[in-house]
């Protein structure tokens, strides 16, 4: 028998589907439902497993938002009101037979090429601008938590759009747009670097320039994490080396939310253009040629090369790169912490976080398979400033925790 008649990929032959349902507005059908939408995803072909952890994010809070905030009437500025205003709130409408005989429409489309959910409340709408507007301001008693699921929704997915007053959310996802592009591997590393947005006419904005942390490199891209949302779909970034800071041309190519009010942003770095004003080119300048920016962060590769410990030293387990979200759960606090990881042992994991960790956490790692996460519990033997906002953190397992 030949090898390609064994084990036939049925979800690629999948011409069209559709799927229509219901669902009441009682919150514990949420959880149920989003699952129930990622693994249909999953066995249809329309999501690869690997992309489909953001899907269920992005169907977390489309469904979510239509049943609490649509159909429930509930609103998000309760959270920052008494801690158990929203929770409160929750309850009584929950039992309110009115709110709760309205239903939360979806219907999810595929053509074998392209996915999307129209997800439908029967609730009063809202103005989606100025919800992002608010959101996105700098002035603090403007800004709105509501927002930022919107924003993390559109970094999940291909396109997120509202209609019918805000009360219809399409969302797409192409079905290769998750197909992994990366032409070599990125090393963990961790290092502040200068960031400065180009403008819509493509010349540097100086003024604006801002530091953010390095979670990997290679020497076709980076993944930054910040402290403020993305300005602009195009990047200089100062790279140091011996010849000074080279300003290396980036496209953003994807982002989304780190915590609350922080942002990961996977940039390429790209061919630099010949400006138009030639007063806006970058100070100090490297050659144009992309051979120029490959070995500029090749020089920091190999610097990193050299200062990783040998195998043989000091450490006990060889580590692995593992560049995964994490959760970090601290004894008192009800909310988790979200973390990104940089390199794990058996007997330990670096991470960055947005904030000092105490003496010992529970980490809380995605679990491989659609099984539940696993958690353990650790001791933080490392937690080093890296600028404001962010911390380097090196963590010694203990044992699993089954709470």
């Known amino acids: 028998m030949s090898e390609s008649s064994d084990t036939p990929l049925l979800p690629s032959q999948i ?15 949420i959880e149920p439902t989003v699952e129930f939408l990622r693994t249909k995803a999953v066995m249809s072909g329309a999501c690869h497993q690997k992309r489909s952890g953001k899907l269920l994010v992005a169907l977390h809070e489309a469904i979510s938002n239509a049943l609490l905030h649509g159909n429930l009437e509930l609103n998000s500025d309760l959270k920052r009101q008494e801690p158990d205003a929203f929770a409160a709130a929750l309850a009584q409408r929950a039992a309110d037979p009115n709110l ?28 989606v601008d100025h919800v992002l507007a608010r959101c996105l301001s700098d002035d603090p008693d403007l800004q709105m938590t509501s927002g930022r699921g919107i924003l993390m929704m559109k970094s999940l997915l291909d396109d997120v759009r509202f209609t019918q007053g805000g009360r219809r959310v399409i969302m797409r996802l192409d079905r290769n747009s998750g197909t992994e592009r990366r032409k070599d591997a990125r090393v963990p590393i961790v290092a502040p670097f200068q960031v400065t947005p180009i403008g819509a006419d493509g010349a540097p904005a100086w003024g604006e320039s801002y530091e953010a942390v390095s979670r990997d490199l290679s020497e076709h891209g980076i993944a930054l994490l910040q402290r403020q949302l993305a300005t602009s779909a195009k990047l200089l970034i100062g790279v140091p080396t011996d010849r000074g800071v080279v300003h290396i041309p980036a496209e953003v190519k994807h982002s989304r939310p780190l915590g609350a009010n922080g942002m990961e942003l996977g940039c390429q770095f790209v061919e630099p253009l010949a400006p138009a004003d030639p007063s806006s080119v970058p100070p ?15 020089g920091i590769l190999d610097a990193y090369h050299a200062k990783t410990v040998p195998s043989h030293d000091k450490r006990v387990h060889p580590r692995v790169v593992f560049t995964e979200r994490v959760a970090i759960q601290i004894d008192g606090r009800p909310e988790l912490i979200v973390a990104y990881a940089r390199d794990l042992s058996k007997g330990g994991l670096a ?24 958690r353990v519990r650790s001791r933080v033997v490392r937690c080093s400033l890296i600028q404001e906002g962010f911390y380097d953190v090196g963590a010694t397992f203990l044992r699993l925790d089954a709470r």
């Open 15 to 29: 011409v069209a589907e559709r799927t229509h349902l219901t669902i009441p507005s009682l919150p514990n059908w």
């Open 100 to 127: 709760a005989s309205r239903t939360v429409d979806i219907v999810v489309d595929y053509d074998g090429e392209t996915c999307h959910w129209i997800i439908t409340d029967q609730g009063n709408g809202f103005d």
């Open 284 to 298: 100090p300048s490297g050659s144009p040629q992309m051979e120029a920016v490959h070995q500029a962060v090749a």
């Open 351 to 374: 991470l960055i976080a947005q904030e000092p960790l105490p003496g010992e956490v529970t980490i809380i790692f995605p679990s491989p398979t659609n099984r539940e996460a696993f």
